[in-house]
């Protein structure tokens, strides 16, 4: 049975959990990625060999990508990792899950520069699946504008889509799309 919530009944529950449960945020993050590698797995009937891109932002919902990069990866899929965002601002737990991956020498790159971005449409024509981590249930306001770049090529790419939380550039509670 799903409940739904609002963005800020969400964080409570997230709060709630670490305080009043005593379940660490890094333990919230793992339980995510693994049912995002699921569901992704479900998505594509599969993915063992399959290419499987994952984009990921410097908040929460990146945490939860890079533990699903992690399983996918186990699970046999050839995963590339992009990241987006200021990587200054990961959280603990986040910055755990980014170091584990690459310990495992997960193909991971930070999109800076003009090759990264000709390098993300390359991937992407030939992904077989993309896993959406960049922003979650705390986005509102506008998109950067690396952000809206990113999200139309995500959108143009028309394959397979499985994003975190929600689509990134939605807000959470209303639905509304930045513009």
Same mark, same amino acid.
């Given at each position: =049975? +799903? =409940?739904?919530?609002?963005?800020?009944?969400?964080?409570?529950?997230?709060?709630?959990?670490?305080?009043?449960?005593?379940?660490?945020?890094?333990?919230?993050?793992?339980?995510? $990625?693994?049912?995002?590698?699921?569901?992704?797995?479900?998505?594509?009937?599969?993915?063992?060999?399959?290419?499987?891109?994952?984009?990921? *932002?410097?908040?929460?919902?990146? *945490?939860?990508?890079?533990?699903?990069?992690?399983?996918?990866?186990?699970?046999?899929?050839?995963?590339?990792?992009?990241?987006?965002?200021?990587?200054?601002?990961?959280?603990?737990?986040?910055?755990?899950?980014?170091?584990?991956?690459?310990?495992?020498?997960?193909?991971?790159?930070?999109?800076?520069?003009?090759?990264?971005?000709? =390098? &993300?449409?390359?991937?992407?024509?030939?992904?077989?699946?993309?896993?959406?981590?960049?922003? *979650?249930?705390?986005?509102?306001?506008?998109?950067?504008?690396?952000?809206?770049?990113?999200?139309? +090529?995500?959108?143009?790419?028309? =394959?397979?889509?499985?994003? &975190?939380? +929600?689509?990134? $550039?939605?807000?959470?509670?209303? $639905?509304?799309?930045?513009?």
């Amino acid at each position: =049975k +799903m =409940k739904i919530v609002t963005a800020a009944e969400m964080r409570e529950i997230d709060q709630a959990a670490g305080s009043t449960y005593g379940v660490p945020e890094v333990v919230l993050m793992e339980n995510a $990625g693994v049912q995002a590698a699921h569901e992704t797995k479900r998505l594509l009937q599969g993915v063992e060999d399959k290419s499987i891109v994952i984009f990921c *932002g410097s908040g929460n919902n990146g *945490g939860d990508g890079f533990v699903a990069a992690r399983h996918l990866a186990n699970l046999g899929a050839k995963v590339k990792v992009f990241l987006l965002g200021d990587l200054q601002q990961l959280s603990e737990a986040a910055q755990l899950n980014l170091d584990i991956i690459t310990n495992m020498d997960l193909d991971i790159r930070q999109v800076a520069s003009p090759r990264d971005w000709d =390098k &993300i449409q390359v991937v992407l024509a030939f992904a077989d699946g993309i896993v959406d981590a960049l922003l *979650g249930t705390g986005f509102h306001g506008a998109l950067s504008e690396d952000f809206e770049r990113l999200i139309s +090529m995500i959108n143009e790419a028309e =394959k397979p889509v499985l994003a &975190i939380d +929600m689509p990134s $550039g939605v807000a959470a509670d209303s $639905g509304c799309i930045a513009q």
